[in-house]
């Protein structure tokens, strides 16, 4: 059903809701899982790929652990690193690189924060073409 999963992370205690909620369905579906990450600081927003910075070596560290942990349980896994807009960076992956579904946590914020700030699940939600599955952290 699902053969390729994106699941967006930021790097935050809220990611451990979603990755612990699609490992069991990756692993009964065989599915191919795809951890990806947006560095936004500020080498990020400026120098994309070839930014040098602790925030991006962090980022390129988390990512490797994420995916020994799928990959301890025999699940297949990759890492991508984007650069810039957390929103605008996974609409634009969705739609280049292809997937069946969009896994994430939230952070659950309300409706004011969401009407000032916005949410990037709520944003990726309305702009890409394929079922997004969003878990509220606790």
Known sequence: MYSK???PLDASP???AILNHV?????LMHSQVVLLH?????AAQWYGPDAISPEVDEDKAYL?????EFKAEGISAQT???YGDPAKEIVRWVK???CDLVAMSTHGHRFLADFFLGTTASRVQHN???PVLLLRAR
Do not use: C, H, Y
């Open 38 to 42: 947006v560095a936004t600081g500020w």
């Open 96 to 98: 280049e690189q292809g």
């Open 80 to 82: 991508e690193l984007a």
């Open 5 to 7: 999963i994106l699941i």
């Open 128 to 130: 890409v073409r394929v």
């Open 64 to 68: 490797a652990t994420i995916l020994e």
């Open 14 to 16: 809220t990611d451990r």
């Open 23 to 27: 490992k069991p369905m990756a692993k």
